[in-house]
């Protein structure tokens, strides 16, 4: 029997979930320029605990996995980081209270039978993509809860993408309404724009229209750079952005290698009826788990 795997891109869902129930208390506290009590911060958090917990719940009941896996990022700054040292800068910190409550909430989705994974080194995404890819190459289906848009360059016939909170697939037409190039042309149209999320910078000049009209023209950032066409102010750009770019696609670009050192046996629901598993379906997954 075929296996369905269901990745959770976590922090993703728990820090929309908090935002949620912060913030009717927020909006009050700020008014008179406080800060959330202890007593408020402890009801938020569990708040957010029971959020997380039924949005697994009806994760599983909507999507129907064989296997399941919630990835964390680090608390630590990982290899981006050490690479690009403004990757990221000016994002706002995860409150230290709720940093502190991760692992109760990994403990109620391993009630539910979702272990976690996390890593010292590597984001969530990194992970995430190295399990979705792998799957993928035995012919397995994989579901990505998340609304980051970096997996949307994963997308195949075997990855899917879902935004649980609009609850909706991000699909090809997604991609092409939002950015009018192909899932597998993202990483080279966010590296000529840039990625303002994360902040990484693009080539000056370029913009989404721009640079969806380049690649819709030639096919990749490799096919523009030997194009011999371009215009001369273009080429210009491209020339004297060239270490830019370089960094720019290393940071976008997710790890699809990581070795995680256990089995798909291993991330099987365990509150769903057992499936077959036979020899095919042992798939070497591959840091650390939680």
């Keep these: 029997m075929s296996a369905h795997l269901v990745l959770i891109d976590a922090l993703n869902l728990i820090r929309r979930i908090y935002a949620v129930q912060e913030r009717p208390f927020k909006q009050i506290k700020l008014q008179n320029d406080e800060q959330l009590s202890p007593s408020t911060q402890k009801q938020v958090l569990f708040n957010t605990q029971q959020g997380c917990v039924n949005a ?3 994760i599983i009941e909507q999507h129907q996995p064989t296997h399941a896996l919630a990835v964390f990022d680090s608390q ?13 800068k000016g994002r706002k910190k995860m409150p230290d209270y709720l940093a502190s409550k991760l692992v109760d909430i990994q403990d109620a989705f391993m009630e539910q039978g979702v272990d976690s994974l996390t890593s010292d080194e590597d984001e ?3 992970l995430i993509a190295t399990l979705a890819v792998k799957m993928a190459l035995h012919g397995q289906k994989v579901t990505i809860i998340s609304t980051d848009k970096g997996f949307l360059s ?16 991000l699909d090809e037409d997604h991609v092409r309404s939002k950015f009018d190039v192909k899932s597998n042309q993202l990483v080279d149209f966010w590296t000529l724009t840039g990625d303002n999320t994360n902040k990484i910078e693009g080539v000056p000049g370029i913009g989404q229209v721009n640079a969806a009209k380049l690649l819709n023209q030639y096919g990749s950032l490799k096919a523009i750079l030997k194009a011999p066409d371009l215009k001369t102010s273009l080429n210009e750009k491209l020339l ?22 256990f089995n798909l046996k291993d ?24």
């Design 56 to 58: 697994l719940a009806k």
């Design 76 to 88: 630590h700054p990982g290899w981006r980081h050490e690479l690009f040292e403004g990757y990221k």
């Design 124 to 126: 969530a995404d990194d």
């Design 154 to 169: 994963l997308l195949s016939p075997h990855i899917h993408i879902y935004d649980y909170f609009n609850r909706r697939y």
């Design 240 to 261: 004297e952005s060239d270490a830019q770019i370089d960094l720019a696609r290393k940071l976008l670009t997710l790890k699809q290698d990581i070795p995680l050192g």
């Design 267 to 290: 991330i099987r629901l365990t509150t769903s009826s057992p499936i077959a598993v036979n020899s095919d379906n042992i798939i070497p997954i591959i840091a650390d788990r939680n």
